[in-house]
């Protein structure tokens, strides 16, 4: 927040960026849709397309741009080929997306350290979060291994990148990425949880635990659910095969410090209808008027391939709908699991070396959050499977989750 109280990100007002960004996009995927399709090349991952946008606009079509009240700027788009076809792949059509991008975005407050800002479209699918220029860098380097990932297989819980951008301006680079929203506003999340699976540190701060909708950590976990969160266990086996084989995705890149996150609905919590009017982050959404996920492989459950059993179909269509993974506390409340694998743009190779040298020699090397991504990978899911989730006996054996 700048002197005259306006908001602002490396000095540039937010609004702006936001703007600029939204004509970028704009002119970027309409530019897009002249070209016919073909398969994706390598060269389509290194291309930068570069769009400037003089103040008073330009007329000379088919590159016109409108004119505008800032200064003159340039936004970057990046392999804007290769994330057309990641769109694709998820059935996002051209339009949907540019309805989704050119609508306001609401500002969502961002609990992490990095001084991210996060904004998410109106209509709920999509994240827009700025990125430092490594983070864009290394998502660069990774894009054609990630999109092999992608095209091997689409049901996953690892982040879905939809573009890469960056605004350059007023002496400033600001570089944002577009990824899927795991968190439905509709929906009223009672608690929300970033996990790593390391205990060092991993407790919400003070300013974070004073939100109304705070997101707590690995330790606020243990504490709330010592006993963690039962599965079916068909619903156990498809989940940690999913985080499995994302991990091991991760761990081939030499990735680390990503987190699980995980949203919690309670079935039976405080309100007569499961969907909130108000949802977590703090939005009015018309439950009236849902609209359904236009994304392909949007849910949870549709991301880690399975289904809801015959005794554990959501009451209410509306929630079914919405794929949650159902789930349930240690005393017994029914609960709709929202998960996904978020913050995974940190290279070990980049950095952390040093910093896991220095930090070792501070405390137990084994519970800092900064190790080797394999040892970071195996940490990770055994805690997930072993602390946070656990397996229901089997439905032959007389177990049944939800019957009490
Ligand atoms: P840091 O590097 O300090 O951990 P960051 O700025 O890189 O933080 P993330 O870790 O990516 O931020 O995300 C911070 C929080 O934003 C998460 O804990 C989560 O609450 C929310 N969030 C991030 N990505 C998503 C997503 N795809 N859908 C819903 N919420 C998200
Ligand atoms: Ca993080
Ligand atoms: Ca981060």
Redesign the pocket.
């Known amino acids: 927040v700048d002197t005259q109280g306006k908001a602002t990100f490396k000095h540039l007002p937010t609004n702006q960026l936001v703007e600029a960004l939204q004509l970028g996009i704009q002119y970027s995927v309409g530019g897009l849709e002249a070209r016919p399709a073909h398969d994706v090349l390598f060269q389509d991952f290194i291309t930068v397309e570069l769009i400037n946008f003089p103040k008073s606009g330009r007329t000379q079509t088919p590159k016109a741009t409108p004119p505008h009240r800032f200064n003159d700027f340039t936004i970057r788009s990046y392999a804007p080929v290769a994330f057309r076809h990641f769109r694709e792949k998820f059935n996002i059509r051209p339009v949907d997306y540019l309805s989704s991008i050119c609508k306001p975005f609401r500002e ?1 407050k ?7 800002l ?1 904004y998410l479209t109106a209509d709920d699918e999509f ?1 827009i ?1 700025t990125v430092q220029k490594k983070e864009a860098t290394f998502l660069r380097r990774l894009l054609p291994g990630y999109y092999m990932n992608v095209t091997q297989n689409q049901r996953t819980l690892l ?1 879905k990148f939809f573009g890469l951008y960056c605004y350059q301006g007023d002496n400033k680079n600001i570089r944002i990425i577009v ?5 439905p506003s509709r929906i009223q999340m009672h608690e ?1 949880y ?1 996990l790593k699976g390391s205990t060092y540190k991993r407790r919400a701060n003070s300013e974070e635990r004073l939100k109304q909708f705070p ?1 707590w950590k690995d330790l606020d976990f243990m504490e709330r659910h010592p006993k963690g969160l039962t599965l079916d266990s068909e619903t156990y086996a498809a989940l940690a095969k999913t985080v499995e084989r994302d991990c091991r995705v991760l761990e081939s890149f030499q990735i680390m410090d990503y ?1 699980f ?1 995980i949203g919690i609905h309670y079935a039976n919590h405080h309100s007569d209808s499961p969907i909130d009017s108000r949802g977590t982050n703090g939005f009015f959404n018309d439950p009236s008027s849902p609209q359904p996920p236009r994304m392909m492989y949007a849910t949870p459950m549709a991301n880690i391939h399975a289904e809801f059993e015959e005794h554990n179909r959501p009451d209410d269509a509306q929630l079914a709908k919405t794929g949650g993974i159902p789930a349930q506390t240690a005393d017994g409340q029914r609960v709709y699991l929202y998960v ?1 694998i ?2 995974i743009l940190q290279s070990y190779q980049l950095r952390k070396k040093l910093e896991h040298t220095f930090k070792s020699v501070l405390t137990d090397g084994s519970q800092i959050s900064v190790t080797h991504p394999r040892y970071y990978s195996e940490r990770y899911q055994k805690f997930l499977f072993s602390s946070v989730f656990k397996k229901a006996p089997s439905r032959q054996s007389g177990g049944n989750l939800f019957v009490p």
């Open positions: 969502l961002n609990p992490g350290a990095s001084g991210s996060f994240i979060k982040p990824m899927n929203n795991l968190i929300k970033d997101t987190s996150l996904g978020i913050d």
